[in-house]
Each structure stands twice: as C-alpha cells, then as structure tokens.
C-alpha cells in the first residue's frame, strides 16, 4: 500500500538534545512538507521541499533543519536552538512540484521534551 | 501575506447540518481547501474549489465566493464520526512560495446525541 510513514509515534527526549523526526512515502510524491501543530492549534508549515536537494524555509523555521537527498524521505532534525520543542509533527505529501492544494499526511509523531 | 479565519467551535446534533464558514485574505488565490482532522489523527483532504459554486461530495459540500474571498463546508445528516477539526487552506500565491498552504487555526464540530 502506497502511504506517508513517521517514525516514531511518540518520543521524548531531554532538554537540550537534538532529535531526528523520519517521514518516508512511497507515493512518488515530488513535494514533502512539515507541519507543526500545537494544542487546539492549526497548522505551521516549518520546512518544504519541491525537489530532491532542495528545501526552503516555512514560517516557523528557526530551531529547525532538513535534508532531502532522496526521492522518499524527508527527515526533520529538531536541534536544541527550538525554544519550545514539544509538540505534534505532521510530515505531507504532494504528487505536482508547483504545487497542489492537496497533501496527504503522516500519521504524526508527538515529540515530548522533558 | 495571508490570513484565514474560521469560527473555532461548531456544535450540532446527529442528523443536522452545520455550515463552517472560511474568509481569507491572500497575495494570490489558486483555490480553497478543507481538511478533517480527528483527534490524534492526521489531517486527510475533502474537498477543493477553485471557482465559484458549490461542490458535493456525499454528505460534504464545500462552496466559494471569489469575490467575497469567502467559502464554507456543509456537513450534512451529522453524523459522530464527523466530530473533528475541520481545516480550510490557500495556496501561497507568491511566486517563491509556490507550493505552501496556508492554513486556518480549525473548527471543532462537536456532535451530540
């Protein structure tokens, strides 16, 4: 079955350690996204990616960074620069590189920083 | 910039309707999305318009008004499943943010018996 996948579902780490979010798809999906959602929040956009070896900045990117050296995987590393770490991360998908309004999404990873 | 607001809580009861209205302000406008999001769950697409008019999908229907730079889902015969947050999204219509969806702060629908 064709799907977005993040790894773990929940993680808690320590104050001051860098952590490291997997998302994978096997949709051929050429644009990956991250999101953060805070409690009764919506959606942030942290980093995109329309290409491989290419990524740019979302609106709430400081304390975070990307690679994307492959096709299918989108890792997101939450350094110990982000202030307030913990909250739900959502890892997306979308098939068209200029963009398309519709993503498909991971089923989340909630990152607890204790 | 962009900004969307929809109302943050909606509360109904199986088998009535309920109207969750979306206005935005955007640079340039591609088309209005809606989202579901269950509690804990990932957000999963509805429905799109990217004209004017109504679209249905089953029980969802989702309107816009280009004009009033406006739009609204309709939930139809509530059922308990449909409680959720409900979404509505833009596309960033900047030529160096192609891509980015912006999104509303979400509407709880609530169902009750």
């Known amino acids: 079955d064709g799907g977005i996948t993040q790894s773990p579902k929940y993680l808690f780490r320590k104050e001051g350690q860098n952590v490291t979010l997997s998302c994978e798809q096997n949709?051929?999906?050429?644009?990956m996204y991250w999101y953060r959602q805070d409690p009764g929040q919506g959606l942030r956009l942290i980093y995109y990616s329309q290409i491989v070896n290419d990524f740019q900045k979302g609106d709430i990117a400081e304390g975070y960074s990307v690679s994307r050296e492959k096709k299918e995987s989108f890792p997101l590393t939450v350094t110990s620069a982000q202030k307030n770490p913990t909250a739900f991360y959502l890892c997306?998908?979308?098939?068209?590189?200029?963009?398309?309004?519709?993503?498909?999404f991971g089923p989340g990873t909630r990152l607890t920083v204790l | 910039g962009q900004s969307l607001e929809q109302p943050s809580e909606v509360t109904a009861v199986e088998g009535a309707i309920v109207q969750i209205n979306c206005t935005y302000q955007t640079s340039g406008f591609y088309g209005l999305s809606w989202y579901q999001q269950h509690d804990g769950g990932a957000p999963t697409f509805l429905s799109y318009?990217?004209?004017?008019g109504l679209e249905e999908t089953g029980r969802f229907s989702s309107f816009l008004s280009r004009s009033d730079s406006y739009g609204y889902l309709l939930l139809q015969e509530l059922q308990m499943k449909d409680s959720a947050s409900y979404f509505c999204?833009?596309?960033?219509?900047?030529?160096?943010?192609?891509?980015?969806?912006?999104f509303g702060a979400g509407t709880q629908v609530v169902v009750t018996p």
């Open positions: 318009n990217a004209l004017d």
């Open positions: 949709l051929n999906h050429d644009a």
């Open positions: 997306a998908s979308s098939p068209e590189r200029t963009g398309t309004d519709t993503q498909y």
């Open positions: 999204a833009v596309r960033d219509g900047t030529t160096d943010s192609w891509g980015k969806l912006q």
